[in-house]
């Protein structure tokens, strides 16, 4: 395929020319103010200190947008809104493949028309992956006028202009790019507080199953330059991130358009950066999977030995119709070299089950591969159309029932795999990062294993984002439970 030179600008500098051509300059805390100390946010707003908050659906990738929508409202001097009722502004960033997530960005949509109606100086924004299909830019301009902006993926690092034109524009600003005609680089994110950080490496996927529309929404590959990731990798670690996970809707892909450096290279490379402790990354492509990316993860120890490899379906039909570009034979020849060259690694995996014209036969072959690989986890769905994929186009002669009812039969056979793999666990000793209290009750810590397992052990002061060891003493479907046995000194 041929691959377009993409240019890589910097945010900073294009930044830096947009600011200062209206009288705007950083102050000492990176915020844009102009001569009389007014942010950018405040001359926006025509108030001090505005308030904005982001909403977030979908994947990593959406997550990690989020981040640099929240790093560029605070270098414009937003603050973070406590409550909507209390925000200037409010951007909903929102994914499109999954029906669900749609659906609850939609209902969100329609939500907050009550509060723009009592508000109307309220800015709202909506982006992210829905906003980049033709089909949700229609509906909102006819059913979501209270919508004041909306934009793609492609230009989300372009918010302090987009912003400035949707409160000067009286009708609804609409800025969606097709394609990234640039890699910008140096952007700024504001993340989740921790020790772990997303690291983009890819954008984009040029694979086009036939049941996801993120090609349409995240538009072709484009690979980051190994010294840029390097070179956030090595900020991360300056500022005391201790676990990095490199992102791409296909981290498999990386490098395809850089010439002979690929995406083992690149963890190679981060495993270099001094201060980074564990290297995760998410989502692998089999088509694009290498043994030489399991001997790397093998010669690294920083490189944690969890590897997702989605199969999708165990049926070569299924697999062709699906456009996945590798068959039965071929992932389990990739499952052979992870099991060969690292046999206590995790493999976890995603399945779609009900897919247009699967027969018992098909499904009964994607059973028979969750049983041969013995997954440590899957994410398994039931098929639902897309619109704007090809898939969406076919008839379908499943019936829900049979959808419902297969998922049930995978799941039900899976989660024995997952009870049987962590019970092998009780007893042993477990590397972890320790993150934080748990949701459900404040008296226990969660900590996750290297192959991104999650532990509970009883809480103990001090010891949030270190590294530990953990004791298993029990062990369910999803969940492991011990007692901290060692935790070292925090940095
Ligand atoms: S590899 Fe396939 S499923 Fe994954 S993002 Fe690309 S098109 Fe979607």
């Given at each position: 395929?041929?691959?377009?030179?993409?240019?890589?600008?910097?945010?900073?500098?294009?930044?830096?020319?947009?600011?200062?051509?209206?009288?705007?300059?950083?102050?000492g805390?990176g915020v844009w103010?102009?001569a009389?100390?007014?942010?950018f946010?405040?001359?926006?707003?025509?108030?001090?200190?505005?308030?904005?908050?982001?909403?977030?659906?979908g994947?990593?990738?959406n997550?990690?947008?989020s981040?640099t929508?929240?790093?560029?409202?605070?270098?414009?001097?937003y603050?973070?809104?406590?409550v909507?009722d209390?925000a200037d502004?409010?951007l909903?960033?929102?994914?499109a493949?999954?029906?669900t997530a749609?659906?609850?960005?939609?209902?969100?949509?329609g939500?907050?028309?009550?509060?723009?109606?009592?508000?109307?100086?309220?800015?709202?924004?909506?982006?992210?992956?829905?906003?980049?299909?033709p089909?949700t830019?229609?509906?909102?301009?006819?059913?979501?006028?209270?919508v004041?902006?909306?934009?793609g993926?492609?230009?989300l690092?372009?918010?302090?202009?987009?912003?400035?034109?949707?409160y000067?524009?009286e009708?609804?600003?609409?800025?969606v790019?097709?394609?990234?005609p640039e890699?910008?680089e140096?952007?700024p994110?504001?993340?989740?507080?921790g020790?772990?950080?997303?690291?983009?490496?890819?954008?984009?996927?040029d694979?086009?199953?036939t049941?996801?529309?993120?090609p349409?929404?995240?538009?072709?590959?484009?690979s980051r330059?190994?010294?840029?990731?390097?070179?956030?990798?090595?900020?991360?670690?300056a500022?005391?991130?201790?676990?990095?996970?490199?992102?791409?809707?296909?981290?498999?892909?990386?490098?395809?358009?850089?010439g002979?450096?690929?995406?083992?290279?690149?963890?190679?490379?981060?495993?270099?950066?001094?201060?980074?402790r564990?290297i995760?990354y998410?989502?692998?492509?089999?088509?694009d999977f290498?043994?030489?990316?399991?001997?790397?993860?093998?010669?690294?120890?920083?490189?944690?030995?969890?590897?997702?490899?989605?199969v999708q379906?165990?049926?070569d039909?299924?697999?062709?119709?699906?456009?996945?570009?590798?068959?039965?034979?071929?992932?389990m020849?990739?499952?052979g070299?992870?099991r060969?060259l690292?046999?206590?690694?995790?493999?976890?995996?995603?399945?779609?089950?009900g897919?247009p014209?699967?027969?018992?036969?098909d499904?009964?072959?994607?059973?028979?591969?969750v049983?041969?690989?013995?997954?440590?986890?899957?994410?398994?769905?039931?098929?639902?159309?897309r619109?704007?994929t090809?898939?969406?186009?076919?008839?379908?002669?499943?019936?829900?029932?049979?959808?419902?009812?297969?998922?049930?039969?995978l799941?039900?056979l899976?989660?024995?795999?997952?009870?049987?793999?962590?019970?092998?666990?009780?007893?042993?000793?477990?590397?972890?990062?320790i993150?934080?209290?748990?949701?459900?009750d404040?008296d226990?810590?969660?900590?996750?294993?290297?192959?991104n397992?999650?532990?509970?052990?009883?809480?103990?002061?001090?010891?949030?984002?270190?590294?530990?060891?953990?004791?298993?003493?029990?062990?369910q479907?999803?969940?492991?439970y011990?007692?901290?046995?060692?935790?070292?000194?925090?940095?």
């Open positions: 395929m041929q691959r377009l030179e993409i240019p890589v600008v910097s945010y900073n500098a294009r930044t830096a020319a947009f600011m200062t051509a209206r009288g705007f300059h950083r102050d805390c103010r102009d009389a100390g007014h942010s946010a405040a001359s926006l707003a025509g108030k001090e200190a505005p308030a904005a908050a982001t909403r977030t659906w994947c990593q990738m997550e990690a947008d981040e929508l929240r790093g560029q409202l605070r270098e414009m001097g603050v973070d809104a406590p909507d209390e502004v409010i909903l960033n929102t994914c493949v999954r029906g749609a659906d609850h960005a939609l209902g969100e949509i939500r907050l028309k009550r509060l723009k109606t009592e508000r109307p100086e309220l800015l709202l924004g909506v982006c992210g992956c829905l906003a980049q299909m089909e830019v229609e509906y909102l301009r006819r059913h979501a006028p209270h004041d902006l909306i934009f993926t492609n230009n690092h372009d918010l302090p202009g987009l912003l400035q034109r949707a000067r524009d009708a609804q600003t609409v800025d790019w097709d394609q990234a890699t910008v140096n952007l994110s504001r993340r989740a507080p020790v772990k950080a997303w690291v983009n490496i890819i954008y984009g996927c694979k086009f199953c049941y996801c529309i993120v349409t929404t995240r538009g072709r590959e484009r330059r190994p010294g840029d990731v390097l070179a956030e990798v090595e900020r991360l670690a500022e005391g991130y201790r676990e990095v996970t490199l992102l791409g809707q296909n981290v498999n892909s990386y490098g395809h358009d850089l002979a450096y690929d995406f083992a290279d690149l963890l190679r490379d981060v495993a270099q950066v001094p201060g980074i564990w995760r998410t989502t692998s492509h089999p088509r290498t043994e030489k990316l399991v001997r790397t993860i093998g010669l690294h120890p920083k490189i944690c030995e969890h590897f997702h490899l989605p379906s165990g049926s039909r299924v697999l062709r119709w699906m456009n996945r570009g590798y068959s039965r034979a071929r992932y020849e990739l499952i070299h992870v060969r690292l046999p206590h690694a995790a493999i976890t995996t995603d399945i779609i089950v897919f014209r699967e027969t018992e036969e499904f009964l072959q994607t059973l028979d591969v049983r041969e690989v013995g997954y440590d986890n899957a994410f398994t769905f039931q098929y639902s159309p619109a704007g090809p898939a969406a186009r076919w008839e379908d002669p499943v019936p829900p029932a049979v959808k419902k009812e297969r998922l049930e039969r799941n039900e899976q989660y024995a795999i997952s009870r049987r793999k962590n019970q092998a666990l009780v007893g042993s000793m477990q590397e972890v990062l993150e934080g209290p748990s949701r459900k404040p226990v810590l969660t900590a996750r294993t290297r192959t397992r999650l532990v509970l052990v009883p809480k103990r002061e001090g010891v949030v984002h270190r590294f530990g060891r953990v004791h298993v003493t029990e062990a479907t999803w969940t492991l011990g007692s901290l046995a060692e935790v070292e000194p925090g940095v």
